[in-house]
């Protein structure tokens, strides 16, 4: 055989060898895929509606001023509402500008959100269940505390499949237990939840007030929620009594949003 020819068959057994590997499709870093990042216990079963989500929890800043926007956690969760509507990223500080759109002075920027402003900008539709009177209508029907626990987490978990399914649910949390009561709040994205023996023990949240990766999805127990909401020694108190700290936490659970595209003119 031809030196030539030997080297053309050298050349073909080699190619497949040196191919350069199929690359997998990388998410950006504001972007997760959701069921690696949550953990179950033996008989758990993790109900996630969004096989990925988006994730805000950046500094927000009022306007180009270098001034941080405390207490920003709404604007974060309709971020990552929008951005999960969409499949585009829809950032807080978009979020933030769009909704202070009519305030001239920048340092003036407030997070108290105006989600018609949203609605407009956005095209969508902001819908809400208020919680606080849910709740207050079970203790007037004579419902125990545990069984209204229960059914707030139920409820949610209802909510979420039937009407959060393409983008995630805002659950509002306020210390006083009023829709808009005085004290500590937090809002976060709920995004699926935890099922065992059939029923809902936990729910999956996106929690602005942890890092990602965590962040993205992590369990409401495990949020930052039970230490802000029941502060450290009656958390304490809790996890040493063996308290499913997501149903304690229903005491606290005050509103849900969600967002729709918006209807037809």
């Not at 935890?194 to 962040?215: C, E, F, H, M, Y």
């Not at 802000?228 to 849900?256: H, I, P, Q, R, T």
């Amino acid at each position: 055989m031809k030196k030539p020819a030997l080297l053309l068959i050298c050349l073909l057994l080699l190619i497949p060898f040196c191919a350069p590997a199929e690359e997998e499709a990388v998410l950006p870093d504001t972007w997760y895929e959701l069921s690696p990042l949550v953990k179950t216990e033996e008989g758990e079963a993790a109900m996630l509606l969004l096989p990925r989500s988006y994730y805000s929890g950046e500094e927000i800043y009022k306007g180009n001023t270098g001034i941080p926007l405390t207490g920003a956690c709404v604007l974060h969760c309709a971020s990552v509402v929008l951005s999960n509507l969409s499949g585009q990223e829809i950032t807080g500080q978009e979020v933030t500008a769009a909704n202070n759109r009519d305030i001239r002075e920048a340092r003036r920027w407030v997070n108290y959100v105006s989600w018609g402003k949203l609605a407009t900008r956005y095209q969508v539709d902001f819908h809400s269940y208020d919680l606080a009177q849910y709740n207050t209508n079970l203790k007037n029907s004579g419902v125990r505390k545990d069984e209204r626990r229960h059914n707030k987490i139920e409820t949610l978990a209802e909510a979420m499949n039937q009407l959060g399914g393409n983008a995630g649910l805002i659950v509002h949390f306020n210390a006083s237990g009023r829709l808009n009561g005085s004290g500590h709040r937090h809002a976060v994205v709920l995004l699926g939840y935890i099922l065992k023996d059939r029923q809902v023990t936990d729910l999956l949240i996106s929690d602005s007030n942890v890092p990602a990766p965590q962040g993205a999805c992590v369990r409401l127990s495990q949020s930052s929620l039970p230490l802000s909401m029941l502060g450290k020694k009656a958390l304490n108190k809790a996890v040493e009594n063996g308290e499913n700290l997501a149903l304690a936490m229903m005491d606290y659970v005050v509103s849900y949003r969600y967002i729709t595209k918006a209807a037809e003119p």
